[in-house]
């Protein structure tokens, strides 16, 4: 029988994984001074379990002292690409390819908690508003009056508000590493009388973009109550709504 003409190709073997650079720049530059702004579009329906599990996202929280190289390593291992990310910030939001569950998507976190330059790493899920904290008056706020407040999960927090019985008597102490001018604004300390201040400057952190308040304005915002006109805070005393 005759042949085709020509040589036939040279097998290679398998295919090498493909490489996902997720953060431009040299491998040994500090990944909080490379890693952008970058926030893709949200995941469809179909990749979100009955639970609200995003089955095709994961996140990694990266050290401090993290480099670009580990960053893209971790990437090039779970085959991601970064889905939602901010400057100055270390937390990454990973794209992979839909797993078959949460099993899965925790197995994946395990062995990325293992890499270099990873301080931990959690599944990802959608944001599920169904307890919205209410005005002056008793009326629910709209979501679009708090959008500063989701990104930081607090309807979770809201939303876990009745198992918090007797909540008043327990306060929370939260840490807030920001930028501080030397006095406080008017009004700050007599509304928030426990806040103490400690110097410790970060290297690694970038903070001459932030105005000189931003610190205060963060604290203000999570020590605050809620209005109904933006600004508003965070604050719900558990037994208030």
């Known amino acids: 029988m005759a042949g085709c003409g020509g040589s036939s190709p040279t097998p290679t073997g398998p295919a090498a994984p493909p490489v996902h650079p997720s953060v431009a720049g ?10 952008l702004n970058v926030k893709l579009p949200p995941v469809t329906s179909a990749d979100i379990n009955a639970d609200g599990l995003l089955l095709n996202r994961i996140n990694v929280f990266f050290a401090l002292t993290a480099t670009v190289g580990e960053v ?28 078959s569950g949460q099993a899965a998507l925790l197995t994946m976190a395990a062995q990325v908690e293992q890499r270099s330059g990873v ?48 909540c008043e008597a327990r306060p929370v102490t ?39 308040n931003h610190g205060f304005l963060v604290t203000a915002a999570m020590a605050g109550a809620h209005v109904g006109s933006l600004p508003t805070g965070a604050h719900q005393r558990c037994a208030a709504y």
């Open 119 to 166: 301080a931990s790493a959690s599944t990802s899920w959608t944001e599920q508003i169904q307890e919205l904290p209410r005005d002056n008056v008793g009326g629910l706020l709209n979501a679009d009056d708090f959008q500063q407040l989701l990104a930081a999960r607090f309807p979770a927090a809201w939303n876990a508000r009745a198992l918090l019985a007797g």
């Open 72 to 99: 893209n390593e971790v990437a090039n291992a779970i085959n991601g690409t970064i889905a939602y990310s901010r400057l100055n910030s270390t937390m990454v939001e990973f794209a992979i390819p839909r797993q």
């Open 174 to 212: 939260i840490l807030v590493t920001d930028k501080f001018a030397s006095l406080a604004p008017a009004g700050f300390v007599s509304g928030i009388p426990a806040a103490n201040f400690l110097e410790d400057p970060d290297p690694l952190l970038d903070l001459a973009i932030e105005p000189e």
């Open 26 to 35: 040299s491998s040994t530059t500090p990944a909080i001074r490379a890693i």
